[in-house]
């Protein structure tokens, strides 16, 4: 255990195991949604069986790599919202098939691990101002409270406003409720394990009063059909249509590139703070570690067929919990491992409830709420009487949850901030680095909404 530092970090072995536990539990939908996404009923041609093996296989092997190589408490998972850019984008928008969108999420992955190795990676950090920083250790942690509210159904889409409150007089709403003042007491108190304790208690409410339903079995043997997507991506054929080069299939690449890096990017330096990573500079320790593991992840992912695989900012559960160090992400990965033969249990906890011709999850909602809360607090780090970094801070925060994206709200923070820098003429302040990652950025979301529409 001498290599985990635990005593330098200021925590131990039973604290790390459960904050371990605890992230998992919170992002243990994932085992089932990004199946949902990525296999789409079997309109991409694969099965929902194939995608819930690699997905447990990627997810587990590498939170175990993550663990051992960076010794920091980052879960990885298959990302929601980065595959459902890969399923709509470039599967559905490109018109490629499921082994070609592999092949593009390979090669996004090798040119996220070019820049972690780089210079580049550390210029782009150090130009990044403290202040949006902080706002993106705010940003997440209001992305996770908005999330935790419609997984919880206290917030519902509405055609005329966007978004409106759920009935909270539904089963799967009180349980949430129920759920969410039962962690913020344990956590209020200080009690041990609170967050974790929350789950299980809401797990065991749920069950009690039917809201859960009781799994037909507990273990299933995966079978020779659930290697379906193993090592059928084909970089090649991605970019190569009709014998020319597919010039949409190479600008999606950015794209995801821009996405999954910055989307680790803001997730490391979110939950990064708050476990105490995060420098008086704003620096990450282990950054490069985590940027080459999470970018093998998602080489990995497209390998195995479980799409883009990084860090979640669910691990701010784990972090909450007092986890520190990477024994978090080794048991979190070797939950995830063994998630692969135990599917039908722990779709009591992650398999959610269906609701309305959708899945909500108000077991694991509490726990994302209370964890967005403790991030919160980095909104009094930032001036927002200053408006050269208000402003950019306020984009980030607010974008960030609405859309559903971390990378939209980096890349807005980070254009509204250039943006204000010229017209007030204060060139010398600003970084040539935010510059071009500024004009990359708007690159990037144009070539996005064109193929989107």
């Not at 059909?225 to 690449?253: C, H, N, R, Y």
């Not at 692969?340 to 959610?352: D, E, Y």
Request: aromatic content about 10%; overall charge positive.
């Amino acid at each position: 255990m001498a290599y985990f530092k635990l005593k330098q970090k200021g925590t131990n072995l039973k604290t790390e195991m459960i904050a371990g536990l605890t992230a998992y539990m919170t992002m243990a939908y994932i085992i089932f949604v990004n199946p949902a996404i990525l296999s789409q009923g079997g309109m991409t041609g694969v099965s929902f069986e194939s995608i819930v093996l690699a997905t447990c296989l990627g997810s587990g092997i590498m939170s175990v790599a993550m663990g051992l190589i960076s010794n920091t408490p980052f879960v990885l998972a298959s990302g929601i919202a980065i595959n459902s850019l890969v399923l709509f984008t470039i599967i559905y928008g490109l018109g490629l098939d499921f082994s070609q969108a592999m092949g593009i999420v390979i090669t996004g992955g090798i040119l996220v691990a070019i820049l972690a190795v780089t210079r580049l990676r550390k210029m782009v950090t150090d130009a990044i101002p403290a202040g949006l920083k902080y706002a993106m250790v705010a940003a997440i942690g209001l992305f996770l409270v908005f999330f935790g509210a419609r997984q919880g159904g206290f917030i519902v889409n509405d055609p005329n406003i966007g978004i409106s409150l759920g009935d909270l007089t539904k089963n799967y709403t009180l349980l949430a409720i129920f759920g969410l003042v039962l962690t913020i007491l344990l956590v209020s108190f200080k009690v041990k394990g609170g967050i974790l304790l929350g789950i299980l208690g809401t797990v065991a409410a749920g069950i009690i009063f039917k809201v859960l339903p009781l799994p037909e079995s507990i273990i299933s043997i995966p079978r020779k059909e659930s290697l379906q997507t193993f090592f059928t991506a084909d970089p090649i054929g991605a970019f190569w249509k009709e014998g020319m080069l597919d010039l949409a299939a190479l600008t999606m690449v950015f794209v995801l590139m821009m996405t999954d890096f910055f989307d680790t990017l803001g997730i490391a330096i979110g939950v990064g703070q708050r476990a105490g990573l995060m420098d008086k500079e704003g620096r990450i320790g282990g950054l490069k570690r985590l940027l080459v593991v999470d970018s093998l992840a998602s080489i990995m992912g497209g390998f195995l067929g479980a799409g883009v695989i990084h860090i979640q900012p669910e691990s701010s559960s784990g972090v909450a919990e007092g986890g520190r160090s990477g024994i978090v992400p080794v048991v979190s990965g070797i939950i995830f491992l063994l998630s692969a033969f135990f599917a039908p249990f722990i779709s009591i906890v992650g398999g959610g409830v269906e609701a309305e011709g959708m899945y909500l999850y108000p077991v694991t909602a509490p726990a994302l709420i209370v964890a967005g809360i403790l991030m919160l607090k980095a909104v009094a780090r930032i001036d927002f009487r200053d408006p050269d970094i208000g402003l950019p801070a306020f984009f980030t925060i607010a974008i960030m949850p609405v859309t559903y994206n971390i990378t939209y709200g980096v890349g807005l923070g980070f254009i509204s901030y250039t943006i204000i820098k010229v017209i007030r003429r204060r060139f010398s302040q600003l970084n040539p680095v935010m510059v071009v990652v500024s004009l990359l950025f708007v690159l990037s979301f144009v070539i996005e909404s064109i193929i989107m529409n």
